[in-house]
């Protein structure tokens, strides 16, 4: 029943929209973020399942790590633009597109930053063109804390 429920939930436009307008909350507060941060620790988290992001968020924060979730595309974009995250964690499938054109329509603005790709898929073929892309690794989901704070250590070092 409890289910059901957050599924209506999901599924009601009011949710969407406030969730989208939390999310440009949170967009505005992370551009005012003092620069002073250490650059290498900051991250930007590409996926648009909440709990995840929350999941991730903590995990990071223990060790450290500046946190901000772009469920979107366009979100990301526009993160990118204003926030220099060292490291991008990024999902492949996204509510407006595929994490793998977001990673080829912006080579050059992610050129100096180590992407982790992310996908519930094993395919060869998807992690192959993520690291011919420019991707630094790639996880597949469901990921371990362990297997998170290993590949964004590694990311961290390579930077």
Request: aromatic residues 6%.
């Amino acid at each position: 029943m409890a289910e059901q429920s957050q599924a209506a939930v999901r599924d009601n436009p009011w949710h969407h929209f406030l969730r989208h307008i939390v999310q440009e909350i949170k967009v505005q507060a992370f551009q005012n973020l003092s620069m002073e941060s250490n650059p290498n620790k900051r991250v930007l988290l590409v996926d648009d399942e909440e709990d995840f992001c929350e999941i991730v968020m903590r995990i990071l924060h223990k060790s450290g790590y500046e946190v901000i979730c772009a469920p979107t595309i366009q979100i990301a974009t526009r993160v990118l633009s204003n926030y220099d995250p060292a490291i991008v964690l990024l999902d492949q499938n996204l509510p407006d597109g595929l994490g793998l054109n977001f990673l080829e329509n912006n080579k050059t603005t992610l050129s100096d930053k180590q992407v982790i790709f992310i996908t519930g898929s094993s395919s060869r073929a998807i992690i192959d063109k993520a690291i011919s892309l420019g991707a630094f690794h790639f996880l597949t989901k469901p990921i371990t804390s362990d297997a998170l704070n290993k590949a964004i250590s590694q990311a961290e070092k390579s930077n």
